[in-house]
């Protein structure tokens, strides 16, 4: 292998394919980014077996060839040298040297035969801008299990629904929904991403400006722009009919600014105690709209916000995090609390958006 390119490209496609190099002591070549130089472009490509990845470089090949590099280490080097000038790439005897008009480096390679193949999905498909693509898996992934218990949940779900493409994730404590309007998607009846592999997912597709068509099947899906190549496997499983705990018709709505509610949240957080309790009053005939908190070592607070209420009353405890996290998917300057009494889920959304609905469920102490 032998070639020329732009350093800013290589890097930041060494950048972002590193993340996923896989940490596998039974199969080191996990570790190692995987370098094709064929025709006009050189392609780097990194898996974990659960997420594969591909990004494409333009390159002046003189010499076809493949080479597998530590991905931590080309992260370490590219991170820290090199200006914004022409590099060149030499591979023989299965290592790799980088030269510039300043340095020459050469990198011990591994056998590269090892490295497993990114799956070409085959399925059905549908296009979606690459921003409401990311905001959509943004708006609810904080909302998934982090424990692989049930794998079913430790996902983000998405399906389409008429116009909609439609977001969903719950650890069954709180659960997030995000509906994206969507024009010709294919019947999409449910797909399960693994939570761990979203955090990629977004970092590599947050920077991309252009439409990005996605492919799936039973067992696996990918995400492709011009220049990059994603595949991530699916879980097999059922994700819980979670529409059937959405409450009709609500007792209680109040009505109060966002960042009022933020900072009386926070507030009250000082004084939450080691379950992060903070407890909601609502007084409709005596236009009390309050957050209070109590800590035996701290002390207690309570604060009260100007609220437009309708309904009856209502007194529950909830969880300050789970309530903390909905704030980033909420684009309106005032949120919509909607209540029935204690036991049931406190609905949250923007007051005038209803393509977000978050529930919490209460705390039982």
């Known amino acids: 292998m032998k070639l020329e390119c732009?350093?800013?490209?290589?890097?930041?496609?060494?950048?972002?394919?590193?993340?996923?190099?896989?940490?596998?002591?039974?199969?080191?070549?996990?570790?190692?980014?995987?370098?094709?130089?064929?025709?006009?472009?050189?392609?780097?490509?990194?898996?974990?077996?659960?997420?594969?990845?591909?990004?494409?470089i333009p390159a002046k090949i003189e010499k076809e060839g493949i080479v597998a590099?530590?991905?931590?280490?080309?992260?370490?080097?590219?991170?820290?040298?090199?200006?914004?000038?022409?590099?060149?790439?030499?591979?023989?005897?299965?290592?790799?040297?980088?030269?510039?008009?300043?340095?020459?480096?050469?990198?011990?390679?591994?056998?590269?035969?090892?490295?497993?193949?990114?799956?070409?999905?085959?399925?059905?498909?549908?296009?979606?801008?690459?921003?409401?693509?990311?905001?959509?898996?943004?708006?609810?992934?904080?909302?998934?299990?982090?424990?692989?218990?049930?794998?079913?949940?430790?996902?983000?779900?998405?399906?389409?629904?008429?116009?909609?493409?439609?977001?969903?994730?719950?650890?069954?404590?709180?659960?997030?929904?995000?509906?994206?309007k969507i024009k010709g998607t294919e019947d999409v009846p449910g797909i399960l991403i693994p939570f761990k592999n979203i955090p990629e997912i977004?970092?590599?597709?947050?920077?991309?400006?252009?439409?990005?068509?996605?492919?799936?099947?039973?067992?696996?899906?990918?995400?492709?722009?011009?220049?990059?190549?994603?595949?991530?496997?699916?879980?097999?499983?059922?994700?819980?009919?979670?529409r059937q705990i959405i409450p009709k018709e609500f007792k209680v709505e109040a009505i109060v600014l966002k960042q009022d509610l933020l900072n009386a949240l926070k507030l009250s957080n000082i004084f939450s105690d080691k379950f992060n309790q903070i407890n909601l009053s609502i007084k409709t005939k005596e236009k009390i709209f309050e957050l209070s908190s109590q800590n035996n070592d701290v002390g207690e607070n309570k604060t009260y916000l100007d609220a437009a209420l309708k309904g009856g009353d209502a007194l529950l405890g909830f969880n300050y995090k789970y309530f903390l996290d909905c704030f980033q998917s909420i684009n309106t300057d005032s949120v919509s609390i909607r209540l029935n009494q204690s036991s049931k889920p406190m609905v949250i959304s923007g007051s005038s958006d209803n393509s977000f609905t978050y529930l919490i469920m209460p705390m039982n102490r």
């Open 6 to 56: 732009g350093i800013e490209k290589i890097k930041s496609g060494i950048l972002q394919v590193e993340k996923i190099t896989g940490k596998n002591l039974t199969l080191p070549i996990l570790n190692s980014i995987l370098f094709i130089a064929s025709g006009k472009s050189l392609k780097l490509r990194a898996t974990n077996l659960s997420l594969g990845v591909e990004i494409e």
């Open 69 to 180: 590099i530590s991905g931590s280490t080309l992260a370490g080097i590219f991170s820290n040298v090199f200006q914004n000038e022409n590099i060149q790439l030499e591979s023989e005897d299965g290592n790799l040297t980088i030269k510039t008009k300043k340095s020459r480096i050469k990198l011990k390679g591994q056998t590269y035969d090892d490295f497993p193949t990114i799956p070409t999905v085959e399925g059905k498909t549908f296009e979606i801008e690459s921003k409401k693509l990311v905001d959509g898996i943004k708006s609810v992934y904080y909302s998934s299990s982090v424990s692989d218990i049930k794998p079913e949940i430790s996902s983000v779900y998405i399906y389409s629904n008429e116009d909609n493409l439609v977001f969903v994730s719950t650890d069954s404590f709180r659960l997030a929904e995000k509906k994206v």
């Open 202 to 242: 977004l970092r590599i597709f947050g920077e991309v400006q252009d439409v990005v068509r996605v492919c799936f099947n039973k067992n696996q899906i990918s995400f492709s722009s011009d220049n990059i190549y994603l595949t991530s496997r699916i879980i097999d499983g059922v994700f819980p009919d979670y």
